[in-house]
């Protein structure tokens, strides 16, 4: 028999493009939220990052919900096609992606081109030729998402026997919309929109000079303090601080490690060290945390105005050398607390441990 042919049926790919913008753009912001999140140390922002796809997620499958509740009620129904085209991809499995192009001539509507990709044993490549009749079985209200019937009843097969096809007019429909360019370019340009947004958001946060310290519940700053003799930058967490000073400075200088120890303790009402290391132009304090008990101590209570003679003190063993560089370190391991000055020399390295109030306990001599 022969089937004419009329104008194929149309698809609306307003809404694909549109949910496929839409999915992009919720990824952009999901993926960019947690990176900002993370960055600011903003717990909202990453909680926000993560539940965001699932509410989409959850959005999407409700709206759906009819759709497929009307495709479920509705059998699929089978019509004649023709093989227009036929072009097997490679592939290692016995199952060959195969794209076809077929004519599709239903029974009570126009017949329609559609191109669809469907997957076919390496032994039966030999029945699909172009111009071959065959079943396809397809959704009334899709009629691009078309599959072909591998093993048709016997009275289709009749039918497939005794047909005679005119080819219908292009262009084809396509049943897979995600391998359109539109589609994956307006994806795309959701994700790169969605990531924009939040860091345009947040870009005060993240690029803004001295932006923790404009946050009065941000948990770093950022200081630095000039003067006419003296230039530091100070940096201050929840958990630690540091003091860095300028060329030509020196932690050792009258009053030098006093401002520096107040600048990291200024607001504390009983700041609490576990570690207190001092080097030529660095001080650095590491605070015990809120709640936990560990060895601790004030790092105010220390004599700094001994920690001069004590580095001279170490400088001075026999066989190290010339001084090269030092470290004193304050902590309460062993449950006193204790001061600990190493010198490092050109020949070798010393130390020596002081109590409390600066008093020297115990010398070591120099070692390779």
Not at 261 to 278: F, H, N, Y
């Amino acid at each position: 028999m022969t089937i004419t042919t009329a104008a194929p049926p149309r698809r609306n790919a307003a809404v694909a493009l549109a949910r496929g913008f839409l999915t992009g753009g919720v990824i952009g912001v999901s993926l960019a939220a947690f990176v900002v999140g993370i960055v600011v140390e903003r717990a909202p922002l990453i909680i926000t990052s993560l539940g965001l796809p699932a509410v989409y997620g959850l959005l999407l499958l409700l709206a759906g919900a009819p759709r497929r509740a009307r495709e479920g009620a509705v059998a699929p129904r089978t019509a004649l096609a023709m093989i227009e085209s036929v072009h097997a991809n490679e592939s290692k499995d016995t199952d060959i992606p195969v794209r076809f192009d077929l004519t599709v001539a239903p029974d009570d509507a126009p017949a329609y081109r559609v191109e669809f990709t469907q997957g076919i044993h390496v032994a039966d490549l030999p029945d699909y030729q172009p111009g071959g009749i065959l079943a396809v079985r397809y959704p009334p209200d899709q009629p691009w998402h078309v599959r072909i019937v591998k093993r048709p009843t016997p009275l289709w097969e009749d039918r497939i026997a005794g047909a005679r096809l005119d080819s219908a007019p292009g262009p084809a429909l396509a049943s897979d919309l995600a391998d359109s360019c539109a589609a994956g370019f307006l994806g795309l340009l959701g994700l790169l929109l969605g990531a924009a947004v939040i860091v345009l958001l947040f870009r005060a946060d993240l690029f803004g000079p001295d932006a923790a310290t404009q946050q009065p519940s941000a948990t770093s700053t950022t200081s630095t303090t000039s003067t006419t003799s003296t230039t530091s930058t100070t940096i201050l967490t929840s958990m630690s601080g540091t003091v860095t000073l300028g060329q030509g400075q020196s932690m050792l200088d009258q009053g030098e490690l006093t401002r520096a120890v107040d600048s990291l303790t200024a607001g504390k009402d009983k700041p609490e060290a576990i570690t207190l290391v001092v080097q030529n132009q660095l001080l650095s304090v590491v605070f015990s945390p809120t709640g936990i008990q560990t060895a601790q101590f004030d790092p105010r209570s220390l004599p700094y105005n001994r920690f001069p003679a004590l580095v001279m003190q170490a400088e001075s063993t026999h066989g190290i050398g010339t001084p090269q560089a030092w470290q004193i370190t304050a902590e309460r391991v062993t449950g006193s607390l204790t001061i600990t000055v190493t010198v490092t020399g050109s020949e070798g390295t010393a130390s020596l441990v002081a109590d409390g109030q600066g008093n020297v306990l115990r010398r070591t001599g120099p070692s390779s």
